[in-house]
């Protein structure tokens, strides 16, 4: 796969390949879209999370040049949308929900309809994709044979053919089955992590997100909430301070200290309890457990799911997630 890295050399590493800025969008009277704002560098994987109606798929349509911007600016690879339109949109490759094709033909027949769209790209390009998706055993059957996860993969072949730096996703394992997303999911960490490409995807298949991800923008009523790395979801914290979870064979000792030095906890029963700490409190709390005989058996950072830290962004927001 050697040959489907990009060129991201000629961008300077603090140079986003999708600059999303202030971005809103009107049909009509109706606001759908105030003042987005995120950015994407070359080799991340971005999710777009947000309810249904949120604005996620208006606001991949407005990158994509599918619908107007009423305000703000969009740029792929310092390419304005807008303004330069054909340049931007040459370094994006994307698939929009299922993508459209011709049943009666081949997969490798239908992605050489794609191919005689563009001009320059060499011949050699139609197999690299297909292998670069897996599909090279079954490329010449006809899509009626095809499972949509097949059909998914080719669709992705299709996007890549121009060797996109930016890659678009809107739910893009709808209908798939877990081996299917699985598949899809391994060939777009590929792409990114290994050859350059950034990746915009959005999903409401949360779990799912939180194993392709390396950070997530949450929107809600066409508002940006936040922009999280998963490093960032993962450590929990209240207050800036750091949670735990602590499981002891003493827990009175463990309440003891708890106490001694005015620790912040809650019994998740069997011993475990959650416990809040400044930063810093770690070592002296562990000496004090030790030396009371509370006999710590595990000791850890709480890690929050990617839907904890999403139902509590859109909490936060004031929204609801119906």
Known sequence: MDNLSVQTQSLPAES?????????????????????SFEIYPGEILGLLGPNGSGKTTTIKLALGLLNITSGEIAICGYNVKTDFQKAVSKTGAIIENPEMYKNLTGRQNLMQYYRMYDG????????VIKAVHLERRIDEKISKYSLGMRQ????????????????????????????????????????HNHGVAVLVSSHLLSELENLCDKVCVINGGKTVGTKTMEEIKHATVDGKEVYILKVKDCEGAKEVFASLDVE???????????????????????????????????APQEKSLEDAFMEMIKNSGGSVI
Do not use: W
């Open 16 to 36: 986003p390949v999708l600059s999303v800025k202030s971005v809103s969008k009107c049909f009509g009277q109706r606001q759908v879209l105030t003042n987005v």
């Open 121 to 128: 790209i060499p011949i050699e390009r139609v197999n690299e």
């Open 153 to 192: 993969r080719l669709g992705l072949a299709q996007a890549l053919l121009n060797s996109p730096k930016l890659l678009m996703l809107d739910e893009p394992t709808n209908g798939l089955d877990p081996e299917g997303i699985k598949e899809l999911r391994d060939t777009v960490i590929d792409l990114s």
């Open 265 to 299: 906890f809650s019994e998740r029963g069997d011993g475990e309890y959650a416990i809040t700490l400044n930063e810093g409190d770690c070592d002296k709390l562990i000496s004090e457990l030790a030396s009371h005989g509370a006999g710590i058996k595990y000791f």
